[in-house]
């Protein structure tokens, strides 16, 4: 099974046309991967469907990073 880290670079990378190997823990979605508002509203779903969680809205936009992600799940 894949690591979580893994798993987010597979999502990210397909849900912004990038080569997964770019996305790095301290990736930022907006600055260096270019995710725009509805990018990061899509990768929240992907995420969520992905790790069978719920994101809340407060929580979702308080994720900028690859990291914050996975600091995220370790919590919920």
Known sequence: MKDNFTRLQSIVGKQLGIDPSKVKLESDFGRELGADSL??????????????????????SQIATVQDVLNYLERN
């Open 39 to 60: 990018d990061v509203v899509e990768l929240v779903m992907a995420i969520e469907d992905e790790f069978e969680v719920n994101i809340e809205d407060q929580s979702a």
